[in-house]
């Protein structure tokens, strides 16, 4: 069964250094989505992707933040100088269309650490 | 802006028992209402999704139902296994211009003992 992938599931980084979270969708999917999950808080919307181009993006999701799908298959997140309260679960998502039926599948998550 | 609300926060309850999570949200204009299970720090793995006009949606032991106009949605677990233990999330997906945007709640921590 087709899945969405995420690497790395760990990543530990020092304040004020660049990450990058990658994310392999659906083949056939066409939106992509990045959300976060603060430990013991809600899971939140970052941004969503379609034609490549964002289409939407939260407040949480400020310059430091941006999205690239850089050849057909990987889907990017980077952080271009991390803090500590970017500490959280990173999960990608992604849809194949936009109508009601279309359920979004999320990634296994990456774990980003900051000290 | 849509929030969404889920009770209880905790559920602990006897195996076999059949259980109700309740899902809440303010904003009625919904799209399409999807529900997570989520395993100790692990990712969210799709149970069910209601699309707005429809008024429930089954898979197996699992029955969600969707009321619009009075902004809920529950979710029914049938003789519920020690292996239903995990957190359960509802989450309201926007149309139109928002392309699908799930807005989550703080989630349901159901525990299913032996």
């Known amino acids: 069964e087709p899945e969405v992938t995420q690497t790395p599931s760990h990543q530990v980084t020092q304040m004020g250094q660049e990450v990058i979270l990658r994310c392999v969708p659906i083949s056939n999917h066409l939106y992509f989505y990045w959300y976060r999950q603060i430990l013991g808080q809600k899971v939140e919307f970052l941004v969503s992707f379609y034609n490549n181009e964002i289409s939407e993006k939260s407040e949480i999701f400020d310059d430091q933040f941006s999205v690239e799908r850089p050849d057909g298959s990987n889907f990017t997140l980077k952080i271009r100088s991390t803090k500590l309260e970017d500490s959280a679960m990173y999960f990608c998502?992604?849809?194949?269309?936009?109508?009601?039926?279309?359920?979004?599948?999320f990634g296994p998550g990456t774990r980003l650490t900051v000290t | 802006k849509q929030e969404v609300t889920q009770i209880p926060a905790a559920l602990s309850v006897p195996e076999g028992e059949n259980l109700v999570l309740n899902c809440s949200f303010t904003d009625s204009a919904i799209y399409n209402l999807q529900w997570f299970r989520q395993d100790p720090g692990k990712g969210l793995t799709s149970l069910l999704l209601i699309q707005s006009s429809q008024r429930e949606q089954t898979s197996g032991r699992l029955n969600a139902s969707l009321d619009k106009s009075s902004g809920r949605s529950t979710l029914y677990i049938a003789a519920s296994q020690p292996g239903d233990s995990a957190t359960y999330l509802c989450?309201?997906?926007?149309?139109?211009?928002?392309?699908?945007?799930?807005?989550f709640g703080q989630g349901t921590i159901l525990t299913v003992h032996p």
């Open positions: 998502a992604s849809k194949g269309g936009l109508a009601r039926n279309y359920e979004q599948y």
């Open positions: 989450a309201a997906g926007a149309g139109g211009t928002s392309y699908g945007k799930l807005t």
